[in-house]
């Protein structure tokens, strides 16, 4: 959330009645939704590459004893 205290309220409402200019108001939903499910796909994908990077560092860890 560093990003939203960088730009501030008044920024937040520029960009939000900018967003609702240009896509109107019928499709904004869609786009927060679609928005939404790339972060939660982005999100599932770090933490499955984190993971796996762990379940590699600990595999090389036992070859090396």
Request: no cysteine; hydrophobic share 40%; proline share 5%.
């Amino acid at each position: 959330m560093g990003i939203l205290r960088d730009i501030g309220a008044p920024g937040l409402i520029i960009i939000i009645l900018g967003a609702l200019l240009i896509f109107g108001p019928k499709r904004l939903p869609e786009l927060g939704q679609s928005i939404g499910k790339m972060f939660a796909e982005f999100k599932t994908a770090v933490n499955k590459g984190s993971e796996e990077a762990d379940q590699e560092s600990k595999e090389a860890k036992e070859e090396k004893e």
